[in-house]
């Protein structure tokens, strides 16, 4: 399988992918906890159908430290005790935030709420921005059909 276009070959794709990798980094960045990151970015790619991103992140996750018990059950965390409160939360939020055409406004004031306990307002805005960027890098890579399984941790720096 081939993608339908070489995102990092065309001059247009990759001028954009520069300046989306760039908005990235303040993600990266932020006070938001590196696990959280992870976690957030895997379940986002799982509701999204993007096999490159989960493909990515679970790699990246792993290199971190992740173990595979959590890799395993992010699809089903709602039932799974190994995720903190916190992290719990913040997936709540991502699901809502990447579900948007199932939930008529969006992110609701519960999820909200209860992400509020866990995170201070910067950690907030940086999961607001990541579940955005994953979106986008996801549907990217979807519409492209850019295959999985290749991807090597640390691949793009």
Known sequence: MEARINYLG?????????HIVSAGKAVHDSPLPAATQELVKIRVSQINGCAYCVDMHTKEATLAGETSVRLHLVAAWREATVFTDAERAALEVAEQGTRLADAAGGVGDDAWANAAKHYDEDQLAALVSLVALMNAFNRMNVMVQQPAGDYQPGQFG
């Open 10 to 18: 065309n001059p247009v794709a990759a001028k954009f992918i520069k």
